[in-house]
C-alpha cells in the first residue's frame, strides 16, 4: 500500500503521442482489469489509502467495498477537468455507486471530493485515520466473509451482470470510440497541457 496515493488514475503518457495501435492494446487491457475486479466472485475490498482520480476511483468503485483514509485526499472521477469525458462503462459503475442524480453532476463537473463528502454520498463506504485504514479493510473482510459464499456470488452477479454483459458485447466498438477521441489534435493537446501543468505544479 502506497501511503498518500491509491492510485494517480489512468497513466496519461500511455495515450498522449502514441500510435493507435498502442492505445488500442492499453485501453483493451483495462477493459479486462475492470472486467476482472467487478466481475470477481472473491470479496473485493478497496484500502483507499490517499488520492483516487479518475481511474483510481473506477478500480475502487469496482470494489464491493471502499475504506478510505482521511486527510487532505480526494476521489472522482475528474474527466471532465482534463478536457476528456468518461466512457459508459465509468458512467454506468459510479450510477451503481452513487446514484443516477449524483452521477451526472459530479461528472460534468468533474468533481473530487474530500473523503468526508464521499462517504455523505456512498461513493466510500466508510473513512478510518490514514494508519488504519488497511484495520479497517481487514474488520469489513472478516464480515464478508461470513456470509454463504455461493449465495454472496449469485446476489453479485445478478447486480453487476447487465454492465459486464453490456461492456464485453461493446468492446471493440469502445475500444475505437477511445482511440479515435483520443487521437484527436485537440484532445492531445488538452492532455499536454494538463501534464505539463502536473509537472508545474511539483515544481
Ligand atoms: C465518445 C467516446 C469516448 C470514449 C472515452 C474517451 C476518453 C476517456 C479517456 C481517458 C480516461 C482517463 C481516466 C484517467 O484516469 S486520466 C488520469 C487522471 N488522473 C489525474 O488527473 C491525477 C493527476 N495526478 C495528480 O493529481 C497528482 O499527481 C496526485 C494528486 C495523484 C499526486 O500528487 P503528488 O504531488 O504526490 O505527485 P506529483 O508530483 O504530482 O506527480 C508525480 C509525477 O507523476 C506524474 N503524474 C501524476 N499523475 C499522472 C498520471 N495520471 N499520468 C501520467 N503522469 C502522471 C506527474 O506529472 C509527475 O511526473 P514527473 O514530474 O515526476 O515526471
Redesign the pocket.
Known sequence: MVP??F?????????YQKKPEETDAFWRTLQDVFLRLYGSKLVTIAAIS??S????C?LAMACDYRVMATGKY?IG???T??G?????W?IETMKNTIGHRETEKSLQLGKLYSPEQAENIGLVDQICPPDDVLGCARKEMVKWLKIPDHARILTKQLMRNELINNLSSKRKE?IY??T???QKDS?QRSLGL??ES??K???
Open positions: 498518500n496515493i492510485s494517480a488514475g489512468l497513466d496519461i503518457t500511455e495515450f490517499g488520492h482520480p479518475a481511474g483510481g473506477l480526494t472521477l475528474n474527466e477537468l482534463l476528456i469525458i468518461a466512457p459508459f465509468f469502445d470510440n477511445f479515435s477521441f483520443v484532445i494538463y501534464l502536473l509537472k505544479k511539483k515544481s
